[in-house]
């Protein structure tokens, strides 16, 4: 089916582990994300890619990668987890600037103890 | 800069009509949406309207936009419990982004 796919779902870090989550999609879409959602935060954007190649920082960018290789996949590293960074993350596309919506994936629930 | 405000819970009795209410400070925006989350899972885009826009309806919800105010909401007729949800106004400029408000939970009661 088409959409956006991460994975994985749930994952349980220590302080100063490091991962990857990551996220794909198989629109071609052009425009990707990453948001995290935190209890009465709403989302805030971390990273996001205009393209293959074009990366750019967004509102909480401060200890998270990214790279965008190719069109469909926009992985999102963790240099070394902290407790702060507990949350759920949501990566998101869109076909491009005129495209109405974006659609999401179904989130990855990050715990770090 | 860009902010976007929602109140943050709503209480209805199915049936009945829900207001959901919005406000942002950015007056360049171009696109304004709403998104409804289910507990787990992802945002599902509900409706957007374009800035030139007044009104937008689609089935049970109506979306009114009051650019001079930058007030939006977003109206869901004949309220059932399955919209129970928090449901999230954000603003584009068009750009690759999107601002999100924190949310307003939509509590639907028999």
């Known amino acids: 089916n088409a959409g956006v796919t991460q994975t994985p779902k749930f994952q349980v870090l220590k302080t100063g582990q490091s991962m990857t989550l990551q996220c794909a999609q198989d629109m071609n879409h052009e425009y990707m994300s990453w948001y995290r959602q935190d209890p009465g935060m709403g989302l805030r954007l971390i990273h996001y890619s205009v393209g293959a190649g074009i990366t750019d920082q967004g509102e909480v960018p401060n200890g998270y990668n990214v790279s965008r290789s190719t069109t469909e996949d926009f992985p999102l590293r963790l240099l070394s987890a902290a407790p702060s960074q507990t949350s759920v993350y949501f990566c998101?596309?869109?076909?491009?600037?005129?495209?109405?919506?974006?659609?999401f994936g179904s989130g990855t629930r990050l715990t770090v103890v | 800069g860009e902010d976007v405000e929602q109140s943050l819970f709503l209480s209805v009795r199915e049936g009945d009509s829900s207001v959901i209410n919005c406000t942002y400070t950015d007056s360049s925006s171009t696109y304004l949406y709403w998104y409804k989350q289910e507990p787990g899972a992802g945002l599902q885009l509900l409706t957007y309207?374009?800035?030139?826009?007044d009104m937008k309806q689609d089935q049970r919800l109506t979306v009114l936009l009051n650019k001079k105010d930058k007030h939006l909401s977003l109206r869901i007729a004949d309220t059932q419990t399955g919209d129970s949800a928090i449901y999230f106004c954000?603003?584009?400029?068009?750009?690759?982004?999107?601002?999100f408000g924190k949310g307003t939970m939509l509590l639907v009661s028999p």
């Open positions: 998101a596309s869109r076909r491009d600037l005129v495209d109405y919506g974006y659609t």
């Open positions: 954000a603003e584009s400029m068009g750009y690759s982004t999107l601002t």
């Open positions: 309207i374009f800035s030139n826009m």
